[in-house]
């Protein structure tokens, strides 16, 4: 995918049009943060375009999406040092992100 395909993005990084969203979007936003996407990378991200659909949001903190996961997933990925591991930094931020996702309302 060269430049001229890729999306608008604002400042932070995150798509202005979210339907322009797709998973080799994902792959080069991914790539800006050092990030190769991988079967555990794709299981989350799907969980929270799920989530978008639904609820018309993203998770607004990293506390609900931890939360969030805990309660599709477990304890075993429902929780923050996995989710740092998949996506550092802020989790829920970069993962959003990655999801093409609007930037979660109250992550730093």
């Not at 890729?6 to 943060?33: C, H, K, Y």
């Not at 939360?67 to 429902?78: H, L, N, P, T």
């Not at 929780?79 to 829920?92: D, E, H, K, R």
Request: hydrophobic share 40%; net charge negative.
């Amino acid at each position: 995918m060269t430049d001229s395909v890729m999306p608008d993005r604002n400042n932070e990084g995150f798509l202005e049009d979210a339907s322009q969203w797709t998973p080799e979007v994902a792959a080069i936003i991914a790539a800006d943060d050092q990030i190769v996407l991988g079967e555990k990378h794709w299981e989350i991200i799907e969980f929270l375009r799920l989530f978008y659909k639904e609820h018309e949001m993203s998770p607004p903190s990293n506390r609900l999406f931890v939360k969030s996961v805990k309660e599709a997933f477990g304890d075993e990925r429902g929780n923050s040092i996995y989710l740092m591991q998949l996506f550092p930094g802020t989790p829920a931020k970069t993962a959003c992100r990655i999801a093409g996702l609007p930037r979660p309302t109250n992550c730093l």
